[in-house]
T-cell receptor
């Protein structure tokens, strides 16, 4: 499943498929980006980060891609599992503080 | 505990009352942030502490909001003369140095009637 375009608020994905969550950022001077996952009733949880001198970074089942030319960030989740159901936020770090985007709600279908 | 602890988890108050929300950070974390999250929205920055001092309070919406961290550990967010529009989840996050890896508490849900 993929949230096509700059940002969609919801994404439904079949269990076992790959998920792609997109995010556009506004500040061209931003040099540090982070993805957070927020489950219902909990605080956001760090997933992965990337600095502007990189265009790709991989973690466990997750990959973050950064396209500075179009100010676009994406999070790819491989083999999506039911536990991946949550709201995903991209965030920019600037002046020692995080600025969060609107979030994408991912629902995993069994 | 090992994580960021926030109390109370839920607070219901009446318009015009004063409330305090507490954050116990992870031991050793010098950076502490307060965020506010409304339903369906991303967290919105309020204030950032580095140690005891408020390094950036530009996100506080008005002078009814104030936060302290007197000993560089526990922080309290104080809201005077609460309004219905203050209803939200108030999140505390802590971290070390200038990193985007912040550790969030579960938040204090404030409801102003």
């Amino acid at each position: 499943g993929e949230s096509v375009g700059l940002h969609l608020p919801t994404l439904s994905v079949q269990e076992g498929d790959n998920s792609i969550i997109n995010c556009a950022y506004s500040n061209s001077a931003s040099d540090y980006f982070i993805w957070y996952k927020q489950e219902s009733g909990k605080g956001p949880q760090f997933i992965i980060d990337i600095r502007s001198n990189m265009d790709k970074r991989q973690g466990q089942r997750v990959t973050v891609l950064l396209n500075k030319t179009v100010k676009h960030l994406s999070l790819q989740i491989a083999a999506t599992q039911p536990g991946d159901s949550a709201v995903y936020f991209c965030a920019e770090m600037g002046d020692y503080k995080l600025s969060f985007g609107a979030g994408t709600t991912v629902t995993v279908r069994a | 505990g090992a994580g960021v602890s926030q109390t109370p988890s839920n607070k219901v108050t009446e318009k015009g009352k004063y409330v305090e929300l507490r954050c116990d950070p992870i031991s050793g974390h010098t950076a502490l942030y307060w965020y506010r999250q409304s339903l369906g929205q991303g967290p919105e920055f309020l204030i950032y502490f580095q140690g005891t001092g408020a390094a950036d309070d530009s996100g506080l919406p008005n002078d009814r909001f104030f936060a302290v961290r007197p000993e560089g550990s526990v922080s309290t967010l104080k809201i005077q003369r609460t309004e219905r529009g203050d209803s939200a989840v108030y999140l505390c996050a802590t971290g070390t140095s200038n990193t985007g890896e912040l550790f969030f508490g579960e938040g204090s849900r404030l409801t102003v009637l």
